[in-house]
């Protein structure tokens, strides 16, 4: 009888296991909060953590090894020593780099619009159709993107499904009064990423990404220059994304993950690829004009 209850304890041990999507890692800090018991912060990151690992996001049986690394760290900017939080938060994912040690980051993102409620044991619901609090629909949209960045770096545009559940929480945010879920609150917030990663004037920064990871960096292990001429071959495809249209959020998130790695990747290239690839990319993030220019040298 103790034999059969440790072999279903296994059971279903490892279906938990393989249920889960994320990895993730959450920090709450509350460097400006005046408290002696920190106890209700300890029991918010136990909470988070757990709604982020503990449910299924994607429609794939992942394995513990294939879970998607990711890492929040939620800065507790207010308190009312009750319920009523404000905060910001930095995002990050990452995917592993085929044939090597290297992570690649895939979304680099801070949200400082997150204000929510949150008594000590409470559980962190969440329900795809229905907005039900701010806490739970905050965390299952970045965890929606964070598998959908995923999918789409490892074919074409599979990132879909879980950019539409993104979109869904978004309009089911509209009802509330909780800010970053509307157009009109801003032109860099949760609003426009999610339209952006289904809007077909990015379609072909969301196919770079592929071609980047899947076609560029997975092979770069075992074929170097193969590698770099798939990544230089597709970078003029993006160059003439529209960055000056209204809610242009997703290229900036995307260069603030990807413009370090970029240029060094880039820098491998023949001189004639290095002044095609600094034309592309001045173009489409002139953010970091100055930090592209290092390709025009010799």
């Known amino acids: 009888m103790k034999f059969i209850s440790f072999i279903l304890i296994l059971f279903l041990s490892y279906n938990f296991s393989c249920a889960q999507d994320l990895n993730a890692r959450v920090q709450v800090l509350s460097p400006k909060i005046q408290t002696t018991n920190r ?16 449910r299924k996001w994607s429609a794939d049986q992942i394995t513990p090894q294939e879970r998607i690394d990711c890492n929040f760290v939620i800065n507790i900017t207010q308190w009312d020593n009750a319920s009523a939080f404000s905060a910001e938060v930095q995002v990050q994912s990452s995917r592993p780099i085929f044939g090597s040690n290297y992570n690649s980051t895939l979304l680099n993102i801070n949200d400082k ?130 960055r000056q249209r209204t809610g242009a959020f997703l290229p900036q998130v995307f260069f603030t993950a990807k413009s370090d790695e970029l240029l060094q990747v880039l820098t491998k290239a023949t001189p004639q690829e290095r002044e095609q690839a600094y034309q592309a990319l001045s173009k489409v993030d002139p953010a970091n004009g100055n930090k592209y220019q290092v390709l025009l040298r010799n």
């Open 39 to 54: 106890r209700v912060f300890v029991a918010l990151e136990t909470a988070i953590k757990d709604f982020l690992n503990g």
């Open 113 to 242: 619009d997150f204000d929510f409620t949150y008594t000590e044991g409470q559980i962190i619901d969440f329900n795809d159709q229905l907005f039900q609090n701010n806490l739970s629909s905050f965390f299952a949209f970045y965890a929606y993107m964070i598998v959908g960045l995923d999918y789409d770096s490892f074919a074409q545009r599979s990132g879909t499904p879980y950019f539409e559940h993104a979109q869904s929480i978004v309009n089911s945010a509209q009802t509330s009064s909780y800010k970053g879920w509307k157009a009109f609150d801003s032109n860099h917030n949760r609003y426009w990423l999610a339209e952006n990663l289904g809007n077909n004037a990015y379609t072909n920064l969301r196919d770079f990404s592929y071609t980047y990871h899947r076609l560029g960096l997975d092979v770069m292990a075992s074929n170097a220059d193969q590698g770099l001429k798939a990544i230089t071959a597709a970078l003029p495809s993006i160059a003439d994304i529209d």
